[in-house]
């Protein structure tokens, strides 16, 4: 099962030749390596090792997407965060650090 590389969705068709991305805002977005990593940074820098939700980190924000997607490849691809719940991600979802 293979996931958009942007917002961690799983992919049902590729709108890439060369990585795995599901539509043409992700393809754009995904270029962006440096809103990237600010969006990374942003989300590591709310969330412990406690359990908040999707919610509580997106509340205060206009770029709800960009967050979710970003809390997305760090479950997914980058492994830093984990969830609570089983299934897709959405604003209900508990997230913390991973514990090592
Ligand atoms: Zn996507």
Redesign the pocket.
Known sequence: MDR??????I?HINRSDKYF???K??KQKFKNKIDILNTNKFVLNLVSKEWISVNDIVSSNTNKFEIV?SISRLIYFEKKLIKKEKGEINLITNISIKKR
């Open positions: 958009c590389e942007y917002c961690g969705r992919l991305l599901c539509s805002k992700c997607s």
